[in-house]
């Protein structure tokens, strides 16, 4: 499997011209001992950890067919984001809360059956795969609604060791027969895009920003470490403009080891595909010669849209 670069624009900073005049070839890059010991940091999920959040997307299919909001609840974490199939978003467990109440108004479940497919992810970081089906009885005239759909989980291990969910998109089967495995070549080619959008030394400008921004899905989501949220094209495109006028140190600097650390293709769906692996962001700040280096899980959901591009869905990273 081939390694895939990508930069995030978090962190603009500003180098002096002696940096500036180094080539990309004398840059710093992180070791291979570093990205062991980051390996060995952010493994990926134990059979202990697949255990438990199979029981937790157990658990909660069991409180659906209660009508127990708050057992629903109690497996998600306070900033959790349902992205619905039309890409709409409920975020936090208030707005969710007010969604279950609402439908439990007009019936229950009769069936809640969740297959988990896929538990993958690095660190404190999991995105699960399942398949749904449920029936919903109409209190009002018995009538049964079938449904099926296919789920993506992302799911945050908390310092407390308890894994919580931090997202859930679904979308229904008919939407979603098939698998990316065709499109690999595409999805590579879009996180490509997003890594290089700026080159070491170049300034940031507004074209970089709309390059970069334009990876991303009109109703994108960006979680940020602490699980605070930036919703939508237009605050990623504000947060990162505020960087203008910066220069970036090495945007090289974001790797991902291969191996497990990065899948795509093969796990998700037709329009779905999920990614994940452990970031490298190396850069000088301000007025100091001193090489700050981070290296930390993330995951991401894409999503294939009308034109037949491949962009960003959701997007998560993790720093200790």
């Known amino acids: 499997m081939k390694s895939v670069n990508v930069i995030l624009l978090t962190a603009m900073v500003i180098i002096s011209s002696a940096m500036l005049a180094q080539t990309k070839g004398e840059m710093p890059f992180t070791s291979s001992a570093d990205l062991a010991k980051a390996k060995l940091k952010y493994p990926p999920p134990s059979d202990k950890d697949k255990r438990e959040i199979k029981n937790i997307i157990s658990a909660t299919s069991a409180a659906y067919l209660k009508s127990d909001v708050d057992a629903i609840l109690a497996y998600h974490s306070d900033q959790s984001i349902e992205l619905y199939p039309n890409q709409m978003i409920n975020a936090g467990t208030g707005n969710i809360r007010n969604r279950l109440k609402e439908q439990f108004k007009y019936g229950s479940f009769t069936m809640m059956d969740r297959t988990v497919e896929s538990i993958e992810g690095t660190g404190p970081i999991a995105l699960a795969l ?191």
């Not at 018995?142 to 296919?150: A, H, M, R, S, T």
């Not at 998109?169 to 939407?175: P, Y």
């Not at 291969?258 to 769906?269: D, E, L, P, S, Y």
């Not at 930390?296 to 990273?317: S, V």
């Open 130 to 320: 399942s398949k749904t089906k449920s029936a919903f009885k109409s209190s009002s005239d018995g009538e049964i609604y079938e449904d099926n759909v296919y789920d993506v989980f992302l799911f945050r291990k908390r310092e407390d060791g308890q894994w919580k969910i931090l997202g859930h998109h679904w979308l229904s089967d008919e939407a979603a027969s098939g698998q990316p495995s065709d499109d690999s070549v595409s999805i590579r080619q879009a996180i490509d895009k997003w890594s290089f959008c700026i080159k070491p030394g170049e300034v940031l400008s507004q074209e970089h920003v709309e390059n970069y921004v334009g990876n991303y899905s009109a109703q994108a989501v960006e979680i940020l470490p602490n699980q605070w949220s930036n919703i939508g094209i237009a605050n990623i495109r504000l947060r990162n403009t505020g960087a203008i006028g910066m220069t970036w140190a090495q945007c090289t600097g974001y790797t991902f080891d291969i191996n497990f650390f990065v899948t795509i293709g093969a796990k998700g769906f037709s329009r779905r595909a999920v990614a994940w692996g452990i970031g490298d962001h190396s850069n000088y700040p301000k007025g100091s010669d001193k090489l700050s280096q981070y290296l930390f899980p993330w995951a991401m959901i894409l999503t294939k849209e009308k034109d037949g591009q491949w962009r960003i869905l959701m997007y998560h990273f993790y720093l200790d």
